[in-house]
DNA sequence: CCCGGGCTGTACCGATCGGTACAAGTCTGC
DNA sequence: GCAGACTTGTACCGATCGGTACAGCCCGGG
């Protein structure tokens, strides 16, 4: 039962959907099926402990299936594409980061939450520039492509119609250069080894 | 002393730095210098009535200074582009309804706030059209426009710096299409009258 | 002058907050 | 089967929550 992962991903739910400020203990009880006293002994430190143990799992989630790839792999941004949109259930799901961004958070938490964004912003500029952008249109994009994706998710969660957010990825997604031709496009070998492991949750 | 306008625009930008229900009501009393008794006598329904009298004041400053020009008036874009700017202080203020949605509330605020949005995309949609967009590119543009205004701000928040909410207005207003040459671009008169009123706070 | 009604500060309320203490389980190695 | 460590539920803590009651304050009309 104290599989400490996957009361993180349930915590990881919890935050997503209620704020992190905004959940109490009796919401976090309810959402692990927890007590308070197992809940202290995974997490000895309380509930800024569970937030930053949540933020590992997803920093960890994307490192992996999304700025790494975007670095080092020439079909990185088809890879994000997918693995952003299964991530964020297709605006379904709010992005945790962005949100906890937005709650009054100390400064070693605000600082770390900006280093994400900075990390997928950067590994998207090097993608770009590999596909022949442009030092400033790849810089311009990437911000946009962030931008898009924080905005696309505000306001599918607002108005109550998840499809904005594809709508908004597709958006910027669509002005990105065109992959070069001279990589011939030799279509992927069936392996199933590129499709992107599931989400942390459910 | 009890202005209550004044009040208002006091308790909105409390709300929109820190948001509205991690605002307690002893950060009101800090933010308005005003006691329990007379907030309770100001807002007798308490912190739900400063939610949403923030609210009509936030709408009524957007329906003048926004959806109405867009609606009606040839420079109606050029004018929400100023007010956005200025409303939102380049970045360096958040988006008090986009921050109050991502928040745990009722269904009928939840309509509210997505009333809000969607009078922002329709306006927009209606300026697009009058500037000579097709539907689906009104339709498009206007979604865009939301998204990036939300996203440039949870960005800019995020990350510190104030300037990515500009770039990411001067972006999507970019794509719009010019103004029809035919309304010969008389250089509008030196009157006043249309700098945008002052953004209801400070 | 004082009187009466709008303001305003403050003491207080029950509920809930995050967190702690600890006793009773449950499981493992011998 | 027993010992000892690991887990877990629960009672409880002081602090703070949103909200209420109410006693004075201030100020204009008689």
Redesign the interface.
């Known amino acids: 039962m104290a599989d400490r992962a996957a009361v993180v991903r349930r915590l990881g739910e919890l935050f997503r959907?209620?704020?992190y400020?905004?959940s109490s203990l009796a919401d976090v009880t309810a959402a692990t099926g927890l007590g308070r006293g197992s809940l202290y002994h995974l997490f000895p430190d309380g509930k800024p402990q569970m937030l930053a143990a949540v933020l590992d799992d997803v920093d960890a989630w994307f490192e992996r299936e999304v700025f790494a790839p975007l670095r080092d792999d020439g079909d990185g941004i088809e890879r994000m594409v997918d693995a952003v949109d299964a991530y964020f259930r297709s605006g379904g799901r709010?992005c945790l980061?962005?949100?906890v961004?937005?709650?009054?958070v100390d400064d070693v938490l605000?600082r770390r939450?900006?280093a994400w964004?900075?990390r997928w912003r950067v590994a998207l500029d090097v993608a770009l520039r590999a596909r022949g952008a442009t030092a400033d249109d790849a810089a311009?994009l990437a911000?946009?492509t962030?931008?898009?994706?924080?905005?696309?998710l505000?306001?599918a969660?607002?108005?109550?119609d998840p499809a904005?957010f594809g709508?908004?990825l597709r958006?910027v997604v669509g002005r990105y250069p065109r992959r070069p031709s001279r990589s011939s496009r030799i279509p992927a070998p069936p392996a199933a080894a590129t499709s992107p492991a599931a989400p942390p949750t459910t």
Chains 1, 2 share one sequence.
């Open positions: 959907e209620r704020g400020a905004t709010l980061v962005g949100r961004a937005l709650e009054p605000a939450l900006a964004f900075d311009d911000e946009e962030l931008a898009a994706v924080q905005g696309g505000v306001l969660h607002a108005t109550g904005v709508r908004a958006r």
